[in-house]
């Protein structure tokens, strides 16, 4: 199984920008796609962006669609997630995840590689 360690969470304000990285190893990161979720106080995790293994197609949930973007370096063994225009309601703990194959599952339920978790915070 992939192991995933996340970093680049913290504090920022209304319409400030963070970015996450989340460094994989174990397994050939290349064979895996990747994404982030991401889970607030009393709420269930929900899916926020995925890129695919090899060609690096992108998929965003659409409350974030134009203010975050993925991205993945196979050389690093490393994706990324900018984050820009951030809101108050981004305030959560973010998390890594892959899955074996091209597209990553928008359900964490099928996903089971999961990282320890960053937390972002947006003050308003």
């Known amino acids: 199984q992939v192991q995933l360690v996340e970093s680049g969470g913290g504090l920022v304000q209304t319409g400030g920008s963070l970015r996450l990285s989340c460094a994989a190893s174990?397994?050939?990161?290349?064979?895996?796609?990747m994404g982030w979720f991401r889970q607030a106080p009393g709420k269930e995790r929900e899916f926020v962006a995925a890129?695919?293994?090899?060609?690096?197609?992108?998929d965003y949930a659409d409350s974030v669609k134009g203010r975050f973007t993925i991205s993945r370096d196979n050389a690093k063994n490393t994706v990324y997630l900018q984050m820009s225009s951030l809101k108050p309601e981004d305030t959560a703990v973010y998390y890594c995840?892959?899955?074996?194959?091209?597209?990553?599952?928008?359900?964490?339920?099928?996903?089971?590689?999961w990282g320890q978790g960053s937390q972002v915070t947006v003050s308003s």
């Open positions: 174990g397994r050939t990161f290349s064979n895996y796609a």
């Open positions: 995840t892959a899955a074996w194959g091209y597209r990553l599952p928008r359900e964490a339920k099928y996903l089971t590689s």
């Open positions: 890129i695919t293994r090899t060609d690096g197609r992108t």
